[in-house]
């Protein structure tokens, strides 16, 4: 029987509203759950805000309003930025709850049950943004916060005190018995030296301001923030103060198989140091990991208020979708390591592995072949006669979904959606080699059902396996294959594993493309509705394509003719050992035998992204040696700021066609 699984994110700071950072981190979690869901757990999400502290208090104070009034009206927008991407979460916990105010006091009566807790005067400097107390050490040259670039204020004051000092062993033990408590490895790392160093006390109360839950029995202090916001993800679950009459901290805290903290590398030391801390002194169980992701940077500047480049969700989901967005995020950038949110890159990711790939697989074969050849019906076929190319591509859709399912458990998002397109380049490569265009003209079509059904029982897994990055496009992928959307259901692992769940005789339905290519005018408009401006290179170029050509610029028509342009179809491409930028390509140019061509882009694409595609070459060029190796041609490119981009054609156009 499957266990419970239980993902939060970090309770986001009401001081502002939502912007993509928050995003990452709440898509990632989702992306776990709905992955989790499929294959059959008991699964919880839980995200919310942090509604305490001095920064809220002074906030409200600058919008003249009462500080419950400023979180109440900055609740809304994340509520709703969630919504739009899709995030179903199970619960949304905001710190300021009776219930959360009823669970931050038990966790106070524990540990002052245990002995941890003192009261002490205390002096240190004190970061407003960070709701933290740093040390000297920490500080940069002119007393700045090293995250918030910002002087930190000296503050003295009567305050509780936590004996963190007590837990320096405990916690290394932990660490040494949980090797994967923190992920990555690198940010683990970082904590345990922390750790060694040796651990001071904890200031866990305030006295300066209000706005927080008050101390136990001590009402004139309120509960330092981050005691109070660690506590959100027991307490949305009704623990501890309701043990034994809370069943959801009985299901997915004291039972579950999995607790995952999804934070952001800033918040690791609280989650990772103080959090255990207080937990073991509470005696309550301790969660099974804390993933770190990195920092987003937006088209290669850090997001600041300054430049303006907050991004908020809404205006992204409104221009690319959801599901687009989301693909986007967990493709983009290793899960755990910063990363740079591209709106160009957004849009070649899109436009190359979205509206090239899958949907030009879905396309080919839905809206075309079927549609036309097989009255739009599911074709019935003897697995036993399947050909060789077919099992390959059977082989290759088993290796992919497991592959996948590991590196999704491991929360590797871009690794498990690599293996997945290796199976929608593998399916495309199907495509083109069995030629299923050529076989609806023979008059038996029993050759035709086959590659079909293999196609089409292809896209089944990949709407499975796609579904936890892109639940809704999946369901619309679905719904054109004649199936009904996914519905996961405790206890039963819908994850592909068993070939021909795709009943013969389904009606299929053609509908509107899933991902439909966008022309260089419409990305151009997304652009400029989303403020983007043209780098420097980008408007150099512009510039120069104003400026009146002299007649030296001009070529005779009969010097164009000698160029031969011909369509080609990528059937292998593998990397040129000791090259950092050279692919080794064979391509079908339509003359009865492949040929040869190196190109210098392996760092704009993987050899997998272009297996299959129709690209454009010059076949009458003289053939020269690259590293030892003869290019029989070459390929076409065009070339901008934000890299290279293979030119093709958007049909099927058979291979050794001139372009014209």
Not at 70 to 99: K, N, Y
Not at 423 to 428: E, G, M, T, W, Y
Not at 652 to 657: A, F, H, L, N, R
């Amino acid at each position: 029987m499957a266990r419970p699984y239980y993902v939060t994110t970090p309770i986001y700071y009401v001081n502002d509203r939502p912007h993509i950072g928050h995003a990452y981190s709440t898509v990632a979690a989702d992306v776990v759950s709905r992955y989790e869901r499929l294959r059959g757990k008991p699964t919880y999400f839980l995200t919310g805000l942090d509604e305490h502290g001095l920064k809220i208090e002074r906030r409200a104070k600058e919008e003249e309003l009462a500080p419950q009034d400023f979180v109440d009206r900055m609740a809304a927008p994340f509520r709703l930025a969630w919504e739009e991407l899709e995030c179903a979460h199970d619960g949304f916990i905001r710190t300021t709850s009776a219930q959360h105010r009823e669970n931050v006091q038990a966790l106070w009566k524990l540990m002052d049950a245990r002995g941890d807790i003192y009261l002490d005067d205390y002096e240190d400097w004190y970061c407003v943004g960070c709701e933290s107390f740093k040390t000297e050490k920490e500080l940069l040259e002119g007393n700045l916060c090293p995250i918030h670039q910002k002087p930190v204020e000296r503050i003295k004051e009567r305050s509780y005190f936590f004996r963190l000092s007590n837990y320096t062993k405990p916690l290394l033990d932990f660490y040494e018995a949980h090797p994967d408590f923190v992920q990555p490895e690198a940010r683990f790392n970082e904590v345990r030296s922390f750790v060694k160093e040796g651990l001071r006390d904890l200031s866990i109360s305030r006295t300066s301001f209000r706005w927080g839950v008050p101390v136990p029995e001590d009402p004139e202090h309120v509960v330092y923030v981050w005691l109070d916001a660690l506590m959100n993800y027991v307490s949305a679950l009704g623990g501890p103060a309701e043990e034994g009459e809370a069943p959801l901290y009985d299901e997915f805290w004291q039972s579950s198989e999995a607790i995952k903290h999804i934070v952001g590398k800033d918040i690791l030391r609280f989650h990772a140091i103080y959090w255990p801390a207080f937990l073991m002194s509470a005696g309550i169980r301790l969660p099974t990991q804390i993933w770190a992701h990195g920092w987003l940077t937006v088209n290669g500047e850090k997001m600041s208020k300054s430049l303006g480049n907050f991004l908020p969700p809404g205006p992204l989901v409104e221009a690319f979708g959801a599901d687009v967005l989301r693909y986007y995020f967990m493709r983009e950038v290793g899960f755990g390591q910063d990363g740079d949110f591209s709106h160009r890159n957004l849009l070649n990711r899109y436009n190359g592995e979205l509206a090239n790939g899958l949907g030009n697989l879905m396309n080919r074969i839905v809206a075309s072949i079927v549609k036309k050849n097989l009255e739009g019906r599911v074709p019935e076929v003897d697995f036993d006669a399947l050909s060789d190319a077919d099992r390959q591509l059977i082989d290759k859709a088993n290796v992919a979904a497991q592959e996948a399912a590991k590196h999704f458990e491991a929360l590797a998002f871009h690794r498990a959606l690599d293996s997945t397109w290796e199976l929608v380049s593998a399916a495309n490569k199907y495509v083109d080699s069995t030629e299923p265009w050529k076989l609806a003209k023979q008059d038996d079509k029993t050759r035709l059902a086959e590659v079909c059904y293999t196609v089409l029982e292809t896209l089944r897994w990949l709407s499975i396996m796609l579904f936890p990055v892109m639940p809704k496009k999946c369901n619309e992928l679905r719904a054109q294959l004649g199936m009904p959307p996914l519905l996961p259901t405790e206890q039963v692992d819908l994850w592909p594993s068993a070939w021909g769940g795709l009943r013969p005789g389904t009606q299929t339905q053609t509908a509107t493309p899933l991902f439909p290519r966008f022309d260089e005018s419409q990305e151009r408009s997304i652009l400029e509705r989303l403020g983007v401006e043209d780098t420097p290179t980008q408007k150099k170029a512009a510039a120069m394509k104003e400026t009146k050509q002299s007649e030296n610029d001009f070529i005779e028509f009969d010097d164009f003719l000698k160029v031969d342009l011909r369509v080609a179809v990528v059937k292998e491409a593998e990397r040129v050992e000791k090259s950092k930028k050279l692919l080794k390509l064979i391509v079908d140019a339509g003359e009865g035998r492949p040929r040869q061509i190196l190109a210098g882009i392996s760092e704009h694409y993987a050899p997998e992204d272009l297996v299959g595609r129709r690209v454009v070459i010059v076949a009458n060029l003289k053939p020269r040696k690259l590293m030892g190796l003869e290019s029989q041609g070459m390929l076409l490119a065009a070339s901008d700021d934000t890299g290279l981009s293979v030119l093709g054609v958007d049909k099927d156009v058979e291979p050794g066609s001139p372009a014209k």
